[in-house]
Nanobody, 130 residues
Framework: QVQLVESGGGSVQTGGSLKLSCVVS???????MGWFRQAPGEERVGIAA???????SYSGPVKGRFTISKDDAKNTLYLEMNMLKPEDTAMYYC?????????????????????????WGQGTQVTVSS
């Protein structure tokens, strides 16, 4: 059974930093991963993704502030978030794609598309206060 477990969320002030982690279990092989977020009353949106070869994509609102990375030996995905803003407040989810599959991004925003990913974590809350 594939499981994704996020951690590292919390409450910070504007300008602060957090680093999220997502540990994957029950899933071996090569696959893409991504981070998504969902604010109250809004749809879940992609913010960053990483290909099997380590290449990355970011949506406009987080580009230059967030960094996605992975440690294949630890089966762990990371999201380092800097210069946090109140509008970053959301539940953050990690996701994994099918083995060998790539992911697709929105043509205009660069955001990874949720339909590219099969497995999802339960989320970790990030709250940024002004």
């Amino acid at each position: 059974q594939v499981q994704l477990v996020e951690s590292g969320g919390g409450s910070v002030q504007t300008g602060g930093s957090l680093k999220l982690s997502c540990v994957v279990s029950g899933y071996t092989g090569s696959y893409c991963m991504g981070w998504f977020r969902q604010a109250p009353g809004e749809e879940r949106v992609g913010i960053a993704a990483i290909e099997r070869d380590g290449s990355t994509s970011y949506s406009g609102p987080v580009k230059g502030r967030f960094t996605i990375s992975k440690d294949d030996a630890k089966n762990t995905l990371y999201l380092e978030m800097n210069m946090l803003k109140p509008e970053d407040t959301a539940m953050y989810y990690c996701a994994a794609a099918d083995l060998g599959a790539t992911y697709y991004t929105d043509y205009f925003t660069g955001a990874p598309l949720a339909a590219s990913f099969r497995y999802w974590g339960q989320g970790t809350q990030v709250t940024v206060s002004s």
